[in-house]
């Protein structure tokens, strides 16, 4: 039997079994109430009656006959039982009798007996419908009793057959879905009958059969760890955002929205172009992604996160694959790191500050020892013997090398600080790449090294800062001369391009190694096995210096063939 059935029917039971409580209750009350109204009616007013007949009966007055007569007029309206009638209509002949000669005793003795008769059959009445009232109210009470119990007992027996015949199947079915939520997947239910538990049961064990078979296919094992991938991205410190091959934003963990201030709800879905114009981050962030190489931006980006300036290196990687019987790759998204640098930034700072400050220092004692060594070359102040001149020259070459090296460190802490300053004004090659000459004129006679220029009879002036470009220059021409043999030739070489113009700079030497040129631009790296001094800073500054003057510094070297290092800068226009 379906659940809805039982329930109706058991419901329905009771409504009649109410309905039929009303029903007796109401039919026994109403007898009882037709009992005792028939009694009043009927008989307590015959008996009033009777009693003021008496009263006026025995009375003097004049309108004694006539309320008498008033009286006896009501009785005879209220005749209800069956000699009634008979002793009312003796009353009334007597009291004829009386009216014509009211003196008469013997009929007023008759009237009064006809009187106590008519009061002793009412009593008699009452006394009989009492007997029939309390008949009925003893039936009344059986009935509406026996009603009452058979509501109850029934009412009991479906209170405590009905509520567990539903609760049982359910407790067995929230039983079985705690199995199936702990991966419990062969759990079954078994509801006997044709009730919407057996249609239920039918519907748990396909799911669960479902289930099962999912639990057991790939796919079960895919979302598994895509789920184990969500968490692990979620968890990251560094700030994650995943985008389709259509820039659609699918993933992006708890980092991510909090440095956004997007919740996942206005960010997981939408296209990241719409949510650009609303966001300036996430704007600058997918600006030109597709674009983009596989690197990270090596200028951080500041923005406010932690409560505090922070500043974040973008890494872009573009996730791609070749599908199966093709050799092309396909795009199918692309995912934004951002590193959080902050710390580092904080340490290189503090670190360019104190290289800045100690190089500061550094130059005034060395330029006062420079000094020193000059007067002590002269002979007025005393002459010096062949070792102690020595000594001086060596001295003098080591605080040649520490001026040097200090002004490398103050150009450095200019670049790494941002605060390249730079006076651009039309400039003339050849006259910036002779002043490098010249500066370098005494290292190459050393080593007895010869320049070579090339240079056409008109250049075009170029737009740039002559005393950076020239200290560019000199850099590249000593470092030249460092890894030349002797007796060696170094090629200087201007040439005109369409809209620029290229100064290059070759030496003979030993070159680079494939594997360090990409390198070479580096800060502090220096060529591992070279002998030769140096910081490992000048090619750095000179690339941060030429392009800090929207110019292009290259490097082009064949390993034991030489170097050649070219630098090309705007033609004004």
Known sequence: MRIKTKLTLGVGLLFLLILLLSIVSARYMYELKEDTENVLVDNYRTLEYSRNMLLYLENDSGTAIEQFDEYLKKQEDNITEITENEVTGALRAHFKQYRENPDDGAVRSEIRKEIFRLMDMNMQAIQRKSEMAKTTANSAVFWIAGTGTLCFLIAFVLLVKLPSNIADPIKELTGSIRQIAEKNYSERVHFEGHSEFGELAKSFNAMAQKLQEYNQSNLAKLMMEKKRVEALIDKMHDPVIGLDENMRIIFANEEANQILGIPDAELIGYHSKDLALKYDLLRELVKNIEEEPEIGNRKPMKIFAHGKESYFEKDIQHISFVPTGETVGQVVGHVILLRDVTEYKELDSAKTDFIATVSHEFKTPISSIKMSLQLLENEQVGKLNPEQKHLIESI???????????????????????????????????????????????????????????????????????????????????????????NSTIYLTIQEQPEAVSISVRDTGQGIAPKYKDKIFDRYFRVPGTKKEGTGLGLAISKEFVEAQGGIITVDSEFGSGSTFTLTLSKLS
């Open 396 to 486: 003098k070459d080591d605080a040649s090398r520490l001026l040097k090296i200090t002004g490398e460190l103050l150009n450095m802490t200019q670049v790494e600080s941002g605060n390249i300053q730079l006076s651009l004004l039309p400039a003339d090659p050849r006259e910036i790449l002779q002043y490098a000459v010249n500066a370098n004129k005494v290292q190459a006679d050393q080593k007895q090294i010869q320049f070579e220029l090339t240079c056409p009879e008109q250049v075009s002036k170029v737009r740039a800062d002559n005393e950076k470009t020239a200290w560019v220059l000199t850099n590249l021409i000593s470092n030249a001369i460092r890894y030349s043999y002797d």
